[in-house]
C-alpha cells in the first residue's frame, strides 16, 4: 500500500483531499465555491450541481481507488460536506476491520 494511501489518512487529511477535489472540479466548471463552514456546508448550497458531484465521486474514485457510494447497500445522500466526508471516511477498509473510526 503507498504511503499516504487513501487508507493511512486521518479524518482531517482526508476532508482537505475531498475538499481539493470539490475545489478543482468548482474552478473546471468556472462556479464558485467556497466552504464557509468546512463540516456544516450545506452541498445542495454549495454552488454545484448533480453533475458535479457525480465527477467529483469518479474523481474521488480514481485518487483514493474507492467509491463508498457503489460498495454500500444502502442508497446515502449526503446533506453536508462534513456527512460527505464522513462517509469515505467510515467506509475505509480498516475501519471495518478494527472498529474505527467511530
Known amino acids: 500500500m503507498p ?9 482531517s487529511q482526508l ?5 481539493l477535489v470539490f475545489e478543482e472540479v ?3 466548471g468556472e462556479k ?8 456544516s456546508t450545506v452541498l445542495l448550497n454549495s454552488g454545484l450541481d448533480s453533475l458535479d458531484f457525480a465527477i ?3 474523481r474521488l474514485e480514481d485518487d483514493l481507488d474507492v467509491d463508498p457510494f457503489a460498495a454500500s447497500d444502502d442508497a446515502f445522500y449526503p446533506k453536508t460536506f462534513g456527512d460527505f466526508v464522513d462517509f469515505y471516511f467510515k467506509n475505509m477498509p480498516e ?3 478494527s472498529g474505527s473510526p467511530t
Do not use: G
Not at 504511503?3 to 479524518?11: G, I
Not at 464558485?32 to 463540516?39: C, G, M, P, S
Open 32 to 39: 464558485e465555491f467556497a466552504l464557509r463552514d468546512e463540516d
Open 95 to 97: 475501519s471495518k476491520e
Open 15 to 19: 476532508s482537505n483531499r475531498i475538499r
Open 26 to 28: 468548482a474552478k473546471d
Open 3 to 11: 504511503e499516504n494511501s487513501f487508507h493511512s489518512l486521518d479524518r
Open 56 to 58: 467529483i465521486v469518479a
